[in-house]
């Protein structure tokens, strides 16, 4: 089985904000697509079944209108499935997001992709007896995958993408990979995880982006966590006023004595109530795991400090006052400073 298509629409405002996610995640996080089973070809359905589609690589776009005379197709990024499962009567694909689909020959005008589209519609009813699939395993050749130039790559996807009604008023958001106070990525894990060690601050970039100045302005760019077990370390909130902009958030795990979980949501959306603008937001899930140098540094002090703290008793009145008393109050220093656990508020 060759590689596989998922098309997301936007027949209902959740499928439509998948894919601005879609076009928002770093590399390697994972998102999820669900179709009922009328939506998934036979042939994927019974590979679902069998698991033969864990491990392949697919192209996840956009879809609306399929049925009319004016279909709109556009491939925004390729991915891999990480797993694959019939939930009841839902199919669930959980897609680790890879490189972003190469745009440069495919058009950008309105009239171009709709051209082009029908093609593609016409194609892939042919492949399955005149019926519409959103997620099929057989399909027209996509564009290729390209894993560098990810500003412009992201950028011609967000553009094509304004060109359609759905989307024309709307943000378009990326997230870079989490950095850590010295510059190194935090790599996602099969299950889509990140893990950060407590104590270490880390660093979410982000890049916004819109074509036209949304009508309903009160636009805010969001990052919130659980607020104990990680918090935000800079302003939470940034008020979108420009088409282009780069915002930082910093973000601190707290110290614990056990390893945690957390989940950093990054949003992009009108707070106008009544909105009709898309939005995006982004989900990472991220373990908070024991520094394990601090813990034995932490021990070492502790363990210091109650033999300090016992020593005078040891030593027994024929010892100096002076050495007894130090030997106290240091010990009671190390002591404190080894069973201290910083609070994350």
């Known amino acids: 089985m060759k590689d596989l298509l998922f098309l997301s629409s936007d027949d209902r405002r959740r499928y439509a904000e998948d894919i601005q996610t879609v076009l928002a995640l770093p590399r390697g996080a994972i998102i999820q697509f669900r179709y009922r089973e009328r939506w998934v070809t036979p042939t994927l359905q019974r590979a679902v079944a069998t698991h033969q589609v864990e491990g392949l690589p697919a192209v996840l776009g956009f879809v609306s209108g399929a049925s009319t005379r004016d279909p709109f197709v556009l491939p925004v990024r390729h991915a891999t499935v990480a797993k694959a499962e019939l939930i009841a009567d839902m199919f669930v694909f959980k897609l680790r997001a890879g490189g972003y689909a190469n745009l440069e020959q495919y058009p950008s005008s309105w009239n171009e992709i709709v051209s082009t589209s029908r093609g593609i519609v016409s194609r892939l009813k042919m492949n399955e007896s005149g019926s519409f699939y959103p997620a099929t395993s057989t399909h027209p050749v996509m564009p290729e995958e390209v894993t560098d130039d990810v500003p412009e790559r992201w950028l011609a996807a967000a553009r094509r993408l304004a060109v359609h009604p759905t989307f024309r008023d709307s943000y378009f958001l990326r997230v870079a990979p989490v950095e850590t106070q010295g510059r190194t990525e935090l790599s996602f894990d099969s299950n889509g995880r990140m893990t950060a060690v407590d104590g270490e601050s880390l660093r ?142």
């Open 204 to 345: 979410i970039t982000t890049h916004i982006f819109a074509e036209n100045y949304a009508p309903d302005a009160e636009y805010k760019l969001t990052c919130s966590t659980d607020g104990t077990n990680l918090r935000v370390a800079s302003d939470d909130v940034y008020n979108v006023a420009l088409r282009y902009d780069t915002v930082e958030f910093w973000l601190h795990p707290a110290a614990q004595n056990f390893d945690t979980f957390s989940r950093v949501t990054i949003s992009l959306a009108s707070e106008k109530q009544g909105a009709t603008t898309i939005a995006a937001n982004v989900r990472l899930p991220l373990i908070v795991s024991r520094s394990r140098p601090r813990m034995f540094r932490r021990w070492s002090a502790a363990s210091t400090g109650a033999v300090l703290v016992a020593l005078p008793s040891m030593l027994g009145n024929d010892s100096p006052l002076q050495v007894r008393i130090a030997a106290a109050l240091v010990g009671a220093g190390l002591l404190a400073t080894g069973t201290l656990v910083r609070s994350s508020k």
